[in-house]
């Protein structure tokens, strides 16, 4: 059985920064990626980052390049999400994903950016 356990949401005021992290624990063979999507109130779940385990390459939406950094910890088998210059538009709750091959999901951290 696979967990993946999140923490670090949480209310911030725009302009403000957070960091998520996701850590992998379990049994399985090896990690082909792992990553974040992000679902706002009313609206469908959306790809936020991922990163390519053995190689480290990462991929962002177009609407958080420049402010969002995936990291990873292969040692941990955590991810990192350091969100910076946040608006209101990053409110949602933020998924953590990891793709072993299997999907599997986290429960979900609420994010919050408001003044």
């Known amino acids: 059985q696979v967990r993946l356990v999140e923490s670090g949401g949480g209310l911030v005021q725009p302009g403000g920064s957070l960091r998520l992290s996701c850590a992998a624990s379990?049994?399985?063979?090896?990690?082909?990626?792992m990553g974040w999507y992000r679902q706002a109130p009313g609206k469908e779940r959306t790809f936020v980052a991922a990163?390519?385990?053995?190689?480290?390459?990462?991929n962002y939406a177009d609407s958080v390049k420049g402010r969002f950094t995936l990291s990873r910890d292969m040692t941990k088998k955590t991810v990192y999400l350091q969100m910076n210059s946040l608006t209101v538009e990053d409110t949602a709750v933020y998924y953590c994903?990891?793709?072993?091959?299997?999907?599997?999901w986290g429960q979900g951290t609420q994010v919050t950016v408001s003044s």
């Open positions: 994903y990891a793709r072993m091959p299997t999907q599997y």
């Open positions: 379990g049994s399985f063979f090896s990690i082909n990626s």
């Open positions: 990163v390519s385990w053995t190689v480290g390459t990462t």
